[in-house]
């Protein structure tokens, strides 16, 4: 089983109609009754996923019921155009594949909507890198190291 065909910020509107596998931690869910949004995150960036019932098998809207925040998921499926995804694009899945589960609720809120305190985000540093914007630090740091190589 390969685990991915692409990246998220490989995933452009030239794809759609395309077959695709992702793997990544999931950043965020959202359910609004008969429309499910997993945002998965990866080192490329973000990527929707959207299940719409009567669409979505219904094996894999039951699966994403029982998906926690920061597990870490494959998914195959199709990417479509969506001028109203972040990204234009979304991907609408055939197959989600539970890699690691999460335990929940994690000790850390990575989407940053609730604040920790210092004390806890050093106790959980590897969670706390998983920020954005901590993350981005760490590769402008890394790009500027290479240059001057």
Known sequence: MDMRSHYSDEITPKLDGREVSLCGWVHEIRDLGGLKFIILR????????????????EEIMNK???????????????VVRNDKAPRGVEIIPRKIYMISRAKSPLPLDVTQKVRADLDTRLNNRFMDLRKPEIASIFKIRSKVLNVGR
């Open 42 to 57: 990866d080192r490329g960036g973000f990527i929707q996923i959207t299940a719409k019932k009567g669409t979505t098998n």
């Open 64 to 78: 994403i019921d029982k998906i926690s925040k920061e597990s870490i998921l494959k998914i195959d499926g199709l």
